[in-house]
C-alpha cells in the first residue's frame, strides 16, 4: 500500500499495488483525488434582491429562489437549466424583507415560501397559492434585544411522510403541518431562548436546527420522540440522504451515531453547504474560494478553486448532473447574479 500526497498539499493518492505485476494497481480502492481544478464562472442571470438559498428541483430540472423590492410582494424565481430562462411568480399576500425571505421544496414538489408570519404554498401545476396561518400561544417568545415578538417564517423541512415542520423567530417549537397541508396542534419542542432563524433539515428521523446563526448555535430533535440530545456548533447544515452535513470549522458530518469525522482532505472551513437525496454534496470555503464535491460514499470526487481573488458567493445548489451553481455579487444596487461555476481542468 502506497499513500501518496501532492507537493501542494491539496491531494491524497491511496494505492494498492500488485506484486506480480510491477507497477500496475490494483484492488479496487477509490481512485486519486486530484489536485484542485479552476473554478471559473460562466455568463449569468441578474437577480432581484437579497438571495440567500437557492434550491434544486429534480423533477422539473430547475432551480428555485425567492428575491423582490422592498414593500413589495415576494417574488418567487424560477430558473429553467435546460432552457437557460428565469421567470417570476409575484406571490400575493406577502410582503419582501430581504433576508427573511424562505422557501422549500416539499417531496409533492409544491414550493413553500415563509412571508412574514404565515406559510405560502405554490403549486407549479396549477399556479395557485395557498397560505397557511401558523399558531401562536406561548411558544412565540419575545426577542430581548427588541422586546418585542416577531414570529416570522425562518424555514420548512419535511420528513419522509411530506409531513412539514416549521421554525419560526423566536418561537420555542416547530408548528407541523401534515401532507394534506393541514397545521396540527402538535407543535415539536426544540428550544428556549434562542433566535430560531437559522437553516433547518431532517436527515435519520431527527430535524436539526441553527439556533443561532451569529454563534453558530445547533442541535437535533428527535422527529418521534422529541428527545433533544445533540448539540453542535454550525454555519450552515445541509440533509445528504440519511446524514447531516455540517458547516463550519472544520465541517462535519452527523449520523444515527452521532458526530463523525470527514474522510481526508477536509476543508478547514465551510461557510456554504448543499447536497442531494443521493448523497452527493458540495462545500464552499470562501476564505479559499474553493469547492469540494464529495459521493454517496462521503469521500471527496473533486475539488476546484478561483484562481485569484474569489467572488462573494451567497448560496450554492447543485443540480441533477452534479454541477454546482451560485448566486454572487453584493445585494446593494440589484447586482447579484444566478451563475453556473464551471471547473476547468488546469
Not at 501518496?4 to 484492488?27: C, H, M, T, W, Y
Not at 419542542?189 to 430560531?196: K, Q
Not at 447531516?244 to 470549522?249: F, K
Not at 445548489?317 to 454546482?324: E, I, K
Request: glycine fraction near 14%; proline fraction near 8%.
Amino acid at each position: 500500500m502506497v499513500a501518496l500526497r501532492s507537493a501542494d498539499g491539496g491531494s491524497i493518492a491511496l494505492i494498492s499495488v500488485d506484486p506480480k505485476e510491477p507497477g500496475a494497481p490494483g484492488g479496487g480502492l477509490p481512485t486519486a483525488i486530484p489536485s484542485p481544478s479552476l473554478l471559473s464562472l460562466t455568463e449569468g442571470t441578474a437577480l432581484p434582491g437579497e438571495i440567500n438559498q437557492l434550491v434544486f428541483d429534480h423533477a422539473r430540472n430547475a432551480l428555485w429562489s425567492v428575491g423582490g423590492q422592498a414593500g413589495s410582494p415576494i417574488d418567487l424565481l424560477r430558473f429553467d437549466v435546460a432552457a437557460g430562462t428565469l421567470t417570476h411568480r409575484s406571490i400575493p399576500g406577502t410582503i419582501y424583507d430581504g433576508a427573511k425571505a424562505r422557501l422549500a421544496l416539499a417531496p409533492d414538489g409544491s414550493i413553500w415560501i415563509g412571508g412574514s408570519y404565515s406559510v405560502f404554498v405554490y403549486d407549479p401545476a396549477t399556479d395557485a397559492v395557498r397560505s397557511l396561518e401558523l399558531p401562536g400561544g406561548s411558544d412565540v417568545q419575545v426577542d430581548p434585544a427588541s422586546g418585542n415578538s416577531d414570529p416570522w417564517v425562518a424555514g420548512v423541512a419535511f420528513d419522509e411522510s411530506g409531513t412539514a415542520y416549521v421554525a419560526r423567530n423566536w418561537v420555542r417549537s416547530l408548528a407541523v403541518v401534515d401532507p394534506s397541508r393541514q397545521v396540527l396542534d402538535r407543535r415539536l419542542d426544540v428550544s428556549d431562548g434562542f433566535p430560531m432563524t437559522g437553516d433547518i433539515a431532517i436527515a435519520g428521523g431527527r430535524v436539526y436546527v441553527v439556533a443561532d446563526p451569529q454563534s453558530g448555535l445547533a442541535f437535533g430533535v428527535g422527529l418521534r420522540d422529541g428527545t433533544s440530545n445533540t448539540k453542535f456548533t454550525a454555519s450552515r447544515i445541509a440533509a445528504v440522504g440519511d446524514r447531516l452535513l455540517v458547516g463550519g470549522e472544520p465541517p462535519t458530518w452527523i449520523d444515527a451515531n452521532g458526530t463523525a469525522a470527514m474522510t481526508e482532505p477536509v476543508l478547514p472551513r465551510a461557510d456554504l453547504v448543499a447536497g442531494l437525496p443521493d448523497g452527493t454534496c458540495v462545500l464552499y470555503s470562501s476564505a479559499l474560494g474553493e469547492a469540494q464535491w464529495r459521493d454517496g460514499d462521503g469521500h471527496v470526487s473533486g475539488q476546484a478553486a478561483f484562481q485569484g481573488t474569489p467572488p462573494i458567493v451567497r448560496a450554492i445548489a447543485l443540480d441533477g448532473q452534479g454541477r454546482l451553481w451560485a448566486v454572487t455579487g453584493s445585494d446593494v444596487g440589484g447586482g447579484l447574479s444566478l451563475l453556473p461555476v464551471r471547473v476547468a481542468r488546469p
